[in-house]
């Protein structure tokens, strides 16, 4: 688990960057889906990899929206 728990500290610490691309935004958002995926995986949780693309297209709109409301810039 320690695994993951870095690799989700790695995720946030990017998102948090100053200036990123909508294409830095996509990948990790993947980087963060395929994370929740293990993590469920891990416990013991059904694990659905056809919803792979789903998540991570809703985490593309959660790191957007923290960025707007951080006040950092909107990648275009």
Request: glycine share 2%; no cysteine; aromatic share 2%.
């Amino acid at each position: 688990m320690e695994k993951e728990l870095e690799e989700f500290r790695e995720i946030a610490h990017e998102i948090l960057k100053r200036e990123i691309t909508i294409q830095e935004v996509r990948e990790l958002a993947l980087r963060w889906a395929r994370n929740k995926l293990e993590v469920r995986r891990k416990h013991g949780l059904d694990v659905d990899e056809d919803k792979l693309k789903t998540l991570a297209e809703e985490h593309v709109e959660k790191i957007l929206s923290l960025r707007r409301r951080l006040g950092l810039d909107t990648p275009e």
